[in-house]
RNA sequence: GGGCGAUUAGCUCAGCUGGCUAGAGCGCUGCCUUCACACGGCAGAGGUCACAGGUUCAAGUCCUGUAUCGCCCACCA
């Protein structure tokens, strides 16, 4: 039964009511039993602590555009959600909420932390996952999987064992990048290089034995390090210091004794050619100290300030210190200048504290081994990203990948199963919590009290989710899995280290194609975040404009792996076109009291099909094309596009319009018929549109009662395009659609004239209307009444012999020439300066034409199609000047 | 230092395999509150496609270089 419509849909009620119903009829569940073709998605798991952005609804929206289109297809979609329990990011808004209350994780300790954690995650973990679903998102939610669940755990834990014991992973210290406000190593990625004003200081360390004049000038951008100095290194082919070699300098302010020696490391050309060798505090240095069997000294705490080894600058922070120093030895006439330097500076990704590399013993997984078939997989084309170009990014990352740091000294995150016996040192990985030693027998046994990276879980999810290791018919089913949609920034955290474990664990591929989406901006180009406070929250659009707004706009504005940019005003875009929609639906319904057709089997009579008719079922064709080959090449804003200009232009602003002349009149048949092919049309377009907004489809597929063929709009077909001879037998002939196209053109025209006379609605015109060809006029003469009702004209007269009077204004349509006989409404001048500017134009046109086809080369060496296609158009171009000039001179006799 | 992307209407952007008479949305101007929709209709104004060379019958599109902006990667202190 067809329910009637308020003039604008209420959003937030039909979305909660449709997306429970969905959920009651467990329309987003997969099915491992039903087989069939698979179509898989993993969601990139949002932080569960987070809250939904603007990147998240892009994201997802991709996602659900492209789940729900397949489902519709008629493939088994299934689209896992979960979420990540995001290591450190979440410790730290834990660890900001205790101190609200006055106290530290210390104070807590670990296990009681640990169990806030929890609480915490138990109270907001669902915040995301609901938002999710206020967005439209139609994952199976039954399956929902959360990092830290038990089954994922027993993958992290297979996984690590299974690397360890391959010898895959090992510990050691090495100089690791270090957070010192979080307390913990970071791997290479979770540094963040941002470009930063410093200082190159110029730092005179006095020679052993020689006068006050006797030094050597070193530079370094961090001073405090120098504390840490154990030697002094010159380039051996650097001639002004060759005698340097072997000799002794004193280390400022700390006196420490100081060898100067030689590698090839140090770079004569940079600073002063000498460097100060610091191998607990950087990389380089750390290389180079074990070159020369230098021993390290670390001049710091975990949280950056001095230890006792910084002698009078203990206790002190290392900006302090720095601050401190540099006096010291500017005093000490020991500060030879300062130059300002701009370098990359590592920060935390996760609070943004300066990184401090930082020498300590932390684990690590060997990458080469795993990154081999990872580049393999992308090079022979089993897995493709789109767009083309991040192929090269994953490319040279993985060519060039150096071990990842995979321990962290927080509490919240898996810890490492790696065990050792107090009695005989011996250590070993394990996946329960063993009692006794299987070296000694002996039952003193430490955990080691490090967790993982949070990304050593997610890099298992394609699998993970599916309970792997145990094998069971979902994993069999659902894997490998096929898009994977996300954002460039973590391809190397998580995509490429998928794709190595994915390889690694289950022997295959982890999904086939990689699609790369922009990132979201504001409109002055700035990336959106919470703390530039830029960000628009989607949430609140959703409740001012409505899910399948943002939806829909969003996907407008999201060209193919550019950066999109937003604003509130960009949104109302999905939100017109709703309504738009909606009052097509409207419409229609006021003409129709119940709905008895079948939406993909079209009922309507191929033997009273007007050019109309056929017209915009061939344009609904090729838009169901468009729509289809643009999804595939992931180009969601031209599938957008062509829906939006379907639904808008083609469908509402012609055909509607054309039906009123039916609906209308009193031809009961034709009237019937043309509800059918309205009904059909519209139906179909609904289903096209349905992954890009999917509650006002769901609702108008009720609303119109779609639903008695199918029950959810998100289980009826996705149209098919039928090819040209598909439709000829079904009575849809391609030369109606010139015919219709070429009668729109005139109807412009027309009314181009009727605007340029500023003639009012009310006033009533004949037009005269010249046809091109005796086809034409053929075609027109049984269609007048269209083109008359479009008009709004009092007549239409079809004369091929009309010759126009004086000052008859005209316009030249692809179907004919139109006349407007006037008497006395005209404006000569204005008409004239219109008249001339446009003859203007055209004789350029002509002018440029005329010059090609002059050029014998053109003539020779263009496709006959293209030379054809200019003949043409100089053919049409001449005829139009010389109407313009008719008309110019007619209206100047007119004036004179 | 290396790489990638962008530069097209006032704004935000399309323009895919060269044939373009350069498009859309928003904004702007004029007319229209006509019985689906003013979140609407009809019409209009607005562009030396960043710049300089080159290839070609033909360049917004391909090549080379320059400039500006943005992003990513990188252990020169």
């Not at 987070?50 to 996602?63: K, P």
């Amino acid at each position: 039964m067809n329910r009637e419509l308020e003039k604008h849909p209420d959003p937030a009620e039909l979305e909660r009511r449709w997306y429970s119903w969905w959920m009651e009829k467990g329309l987003f569940e997969g099915d491992e039993t039903a087989g069939g073709d698979p179509y898989t998605i993993v969601i990139p798991p949002p932080n569960v602590t987070g809250i939904l952005h603007m990147g998240h609804a892009l994201n997802s929206t991709i996602q659900d555009v492209l789940i729900r289109w397949q489902r519709m297809k008629g493939r088994n979609a299934l689209w896992v959600p979960g979420t990540d329990h995001a290591g450190i990011a979440t410790q730290n808004v834990v660890e900001k909420a205790l101190a609200k209350e006055g106290i530290t994780r210390d104070d807590l300790g670990r296990e009681a932390f640990v169990e806030r954690v929890w609480a915490w995650r138990e109270q907001y973990g669902s915040t995301i996952v609901n938002q999710l679903k206020m967005l439209g998102a139609s994952c199976d939610w039954g399956r929902t999987r959360f990092t830290m669940d038990e089954g994922l755990s027993d993958a992290v834990l297979e996984v690590f064992v299974r690397l360890y014991d391959k010898g895959l992973i090992y510990k050691g210290n090495y100089i690791i990048n270090w957070c010192p406000r979080c307390r913990t190593a970071l791997s290479d990625e979770e540094s963040e290089h941002q470009d930063t004003n410093g200082h190159l200081w110029y730092i005179r360390y006095p020679i052993q034995g020689g006068t006050s004049k006797d030094y050597v000038t070193v530079a370094t951008t961090r001073p405090e390090t120098m504390l840490g100095d154990v030697a002094v290194a010159v380039n051996p082919r650097d001639e002004r210091y060759r005698g340097l070699i072997g000799k002794t300098v004193i280390l400022p302010v700390i006196e420490r004794e100081l060898a100067v020696i030689e590698d090839d490391f140090v770079d004569p050309e940079f600073g002063t050619g000498v460097v100060k060798v610091t191998p607990a505090h950087d990389p380089n240095d750390f290389e180079l100290g074990q070159r020369h069997d230098l021993s390290p000294l670390n001049v710091m705490n975990e949280d950056a300030t001095m230890n006792s080894a910084a002698g009078q600058y203990e206790g002190q922070s290392r900006e302090t210190c720095r601050e401190n120093l540099v006096a010291d030895l500017e005093r000490l006439g020991l500060l030879d200048r300062t130059e300002d330097h701009r370098h990359a500076v590592g920060h935390c990704y996760r609070c943004d504290t300066v990184v401090e590399p930082r020498l300590s013993p932390q684990w690590f997984v060997k990458m080469k081994p795993l990154a081999r078939p990872a580049i393999d997989a992308v090079k022979d084309g089993r897995i493709k990203f789109v767009p083309e170009r991040w192929t090269k990014v994953y490319l040279d990352w993985l060519e060039n990948i150096r071990d990842w740091c995979i321990s962290r000294q927080i509490w919240w995150g898996h810890r490492i199963p790696v065990f050792s016996c107090q009695d005989c040192n011996h250590s070993w990985a394990a996946k329960g919590s063993p009692t006794t030693c299987p070296s000694c027998g002996g039952s003193k046994i430490q955990q080691d009290p490090d967790v993982l990276d949070t990304w050593f879980s997610s890099w298992l999810w394609p699998f993970s989710v599916f309970d792997w290791p145990r094998d069971n018919e979902s994993l069999k089913l659902y894997y490998p899995t096929q898009t994977l949609t996300t954002a460039s920034e973590i391809i190397f955290f998580w995509v490429a280290r998928m794709i190595m474990s994915g390889l690694e664990f289950m022997g295959d591929i982890p999904f086939s194609e990689v699609y790369i989406h922009g990132t979201v901006r504001d409109d002055d180009g700035l990336k959106m975040s919470k703390s530039l406070g830029n960000s628009i929250d989607p949430l609140e659009i959703i409740e001012k404009y409505s899910a399948d707004s943002l939806r829909f706009s969003l996907m407008m504005l999201t060209a193919t792996g550019q950066d999109v940019y937003v604003s509130d005003e960009k949104f109302k875009t999905g939100r017109n076109f709703g309504t738009k929609i909606w009052n097509a639906a409207r419409f229609m319904n006021m003409h129709t009291n119940e709905f008895s057709g079948s939406v993909h089997e079209p009922k309507f009579d191929i033997e009273l099909l007007s050019p109309d008719d056929q017209h915009i079922l061939i344009k609904l064709h090729k838009t169901a094309e468009e729509c289809e080959e643009n999804l595939v090449k992931f180009r969601l804003n031209d599938a957008a596009k062509s829906l939006y200009e379907f639904f808008w232009h083609q469908y509402c602003d012609w055909y509607v319009e054309y039906s009123k002349e039916i609906l209308y009149g009193d031809d009961e048949a034709r009237k019937e018929n043309t509800l059918l092919i309205m009904h059909h049309v519209f139906s179909s377009a609904l289903r096209l549109l349905h992954p890009f907004m999917p509650f006002l489809t769901e609702e108008l597929w009720h609303a119109m009662g779609y639903n008695t063929v199918h029950e959810s709009i998100m289980i009826a077909p996705f149209p098919v395009a039928l090819k040209a001879s598909q439709l000829k037998s079904g009575g849809v002939h391609a030369a109606a659609e010139s015919y219709v196209d070429a009668k729109h053109d005139l109807i412009r025209e027309a009314r181009i004239l009727r605007a340029n006379y500023n003639l009012t609605p009310s006033q009533k015109v004949n037009y005269i209307v010249k046809p091109a060809s005796d086809e034409l006029a053929q075609r027109l003469m049984s269609d007048q009444h269209s083109v008359a009702t479009l008009l709004k004209a009092e007549s239409i007269t079809v004369d091929s012999e009309y010759e126009p009077d004086r000052a008859t204004p005209g316009g030249l349509s692809r179907l004919g020439h139109v006349y407007m006989p006037l008497e006395s409404l005209i404006d000569i001048e204005k008409e004239l300066g219109r008249l001339n500017r446009q003859i203007a134009k055209v004789g350029e046109q002509l002018d440029k034409v005329t010059r090609k086809l002059d050029n014998m080369d053109f003539v020779n060496r263009a496709p006959a199609t293209v030379v054809e296609h200019e003949k043409e158009r100089k053919k049409g171009l001449l005829e139009e000047h010389e109407k313009l000039q008719q008309l110019i001179d007619m209206l100047s006799d007119n004036s004179s």
